[in-house]
């Protein structure tokens, strides 16, 4: 049977449109089924606890699960990979965190390229770390630490989570702000480090507060001053290193990241769920318990600040001669 040319060129036209008449319906629905998260390190972790923080809240949110995967390797870097190569659909989605920043720098081959690829949804929350010592430091105080530091150069061993992981980027630009000189000792997380620094193995780490406050509070560590530009209310008495050290502030924090093309619609249903859930009072008290904030941002603003960090940071690597293993 022949189909009129008429015809034929309606039917074939009006099927190259219905996806894209579709979208708007798939954007109203969505989600109508599971969404991943990706995780680009390890269960129990603050980067895993952040995730596991903004999968409930989008769960509760859209009555739909958003389901946690852990993807850990080369340094979160396996598990960027696999959303910028996931379908821009708005159903697998990446736990952003500075890493992403510092390894634009720090990696020399990636195959992606984390700006281009990767669409910023929402920001979460923000989180200081915290620079300790083992209490046979004589110091108990950031300028007390530093004189002793130029005092003794090379004798402190500062241990870090990581080459490349936030804290010992929090460590090296205080190393560099200060010039003082300390021998870096990088564990394969953070736990190990904290092991060591409390046997007295090493002798300074900067770390998560999440993961040392408990330590802080029995008397175990000195904490000496917080990596945010203020105070942390988890740690209200500790100053932040920034009244001693001018200009230095290097605040962890966590976003919401989706593979390039992801519809827009549903990017900005995402980013107002995401708003909604972190001004919360009862989500709010939950980011305190494990020494965070809500950090809610405009899309702009947050677009901003990933560039503006992949500059910082990529500055630091460079000047601290910082390689991926």
């Known amino acids: 049977m022949q189909i009129p040319r008429r015809k034929f060129l309606h039917f074939t036209f009006g099927a190259a449109v219905m996806p894209l008449a579709l979208r708007p319906a798939m954007a109203d629905t969505y989600p109508d089924h599971p969404v991943r998260i990706i995780v680009g390190y390890a269960a129990g972790g603050p980067t895993d606890i952040a995730g596991r923080l903004v999968s409930e809240i989008l769960s509760k949110r859209f009555g ?90 090379g004798r402190l061993n500062m241990g870090t989570a990581g080459i490349g992981s936030p804290p010992q980027l929090y460590g090296e630009l205080f190393k560099m702000m200060t010039e003082i000189n300390m021998t870096t000792v990088n564990y394969r997380g953070g736990e190990p480090g904290l092991v060591d620094l409390l046997a007295g193995q090493i002798q300074v780490m900067v770390e998560g507060i999440t993961s040392s406050i408990g330590y802080i509070r029995g008397g175990k560590l000195r904490a000496l001053g917080v990596t945010s530009g203020e105070r942390a209310d988890a740690l209200p008495d500790v100053p932040a290193i920034g009244e001693f050290v001018p200009g230095y502030d290097a605040d962890g924090w966590f976003g919401l990241g989706a593979p390039t093309g992801t519809p827009a619609t549903i990017v900005e249903t995402l980013r107002k769920a995401v708003n909604a859930g972190i001004a919360d009072p009862a989500v709010q008290a939950r980011f305190a318990d494990i020494g965070a904030a809500a950090m809610p941002t405009t899309l702009d603003e947050f677009k901003k600040l990933i560039a503006d960090e992949t500059d910082k940071w990529g500055k630091v690597v460079r000047t601290a001669g910082l390689k991926a293993e």
């Open 64 to 153: 739909q699960q958003f389901a946690v995967e852990d993807k850990p390797g080369a340094g979160s870097n396996l598990g960027t990979e696999l959303v910028v190569n996931s379908p821009p659909d708005g159903y697998t989605l990446l736990l952003v965190t500075q890493s992403n920043a510092i390894n634009a720098t720090l990696y020399r081959n990636l195959n992606y390229d984390f700006m281009r690829d990767i669409t910023p949804v929402a920001s979460l929350l923000h989180a200081p770390s915290v620079l300790v010592v083992n209490p046979s430091v004589p110091a108990k105080t950031i300028p007390e630490l530093i004189a002793y530091a130029k005092a003794n150069p």
